[in-house]
């Protein structure tokens, strides 16, 4: 029998992978990251979906929902500078993402995709609003909106150059500034694990960093060409 999912009111205690009869274990929390105390419409939509609904399909959606939540919080945020509004905004956006789902293309980014449906809720809410209520004019919104998704943009961008200018490093120079960044790692710990003195550890990162300094520029400075 499928589980039920929960009744408005009922505090979270289930997880979603308990609603869906899946395995998963991801939590409905808020955009803070601490479990929420009551159900909402959006996360009553979701948890109630139909049983044909593809198990991988829902997990896929929440893991991708998870990584994204305090980002599109914070990107509602700076819309509506309430953060109670942000709140119910942000759960609207969530319903929607589910239901459009399906147009999602993988390989893209979704949380930008997320984003940009939450800019739409946002306006909607607005919509809501009387005019006494609102802080800021329609078109201050859309330029907080276009300034937050260019900053994204040019943070992807950024990622994106480090990524293939780390693969263009010899091998020992990438293990060795992978080691360094690795979670707890420090420049003495990779030091003493690699048999290396510290100061030659130090230098050979500020090398390593250097170079991939002037790679990531070079690339950017590429793409802006062509």
Excluded at 17 to 43: F, H, I, M, N
Excluded at 46 to 59: N, W
């Amino acid at each position: 029998m499928r589980p039920r999912g929960p009744r408005r009111g009922e505090t979270v205690t289930a997880t979603w992978g308990a609603w869906w009869g899946g395995g998963s274990s991801w939590p409905l929390r808020s955009s803070g990251g601490a479990p929420v105390g009551q159900c909402t419409d959006a996360e009553i939509a979701v948890s109630q979906a139909q049983p044909s609904v593809d198990p991988a399909k829902v997990e896929q959606f929440a893991q991708l929902l998870a990584k994204c939540q305090r980002r599109v919080f914070l990107y509602v945020l700076t819309l509506v500078h309430r953060a109670a509004d942000a709140e119910e905004i942000l759960q609207e956006t969530n319903l929607v993402l589910w239901r459009k789902f399906d147009e999602y293309r993988p390989g893209t980014s979704f949380e930008r995709w997320a984003c940009r449906i939450a800019y739409f809720e946002v306006m909607k809410f607005r919509q809501r609003q009387s005019r006494a209520e609102r802080l800021f004019s329609d078109e201050f919104i859309e330029a907080l909106a276009a300034e937050s998704e260019a900053s994204e943009s040019a943070l992807d961008a950024r990622r994106t150059a480090l990524a293939d200018c780390l693969k263009k490093l010899r091998e020992a120079d990438r293990a060795l500034v992978l080691a360094r960044y690795r979670a707890g790692a420090t420049t003495r710990s990779v030091a003493e694990a690699l048999g290396r003195s510290i100061q030659g550890t130090r230098r050979a990162l500020h090398r390593i960093r250097m170079a991939l300094l002037s790679c990531i520029e070079r690339t950017l400075a590429a793409e802006e060409r062509a």
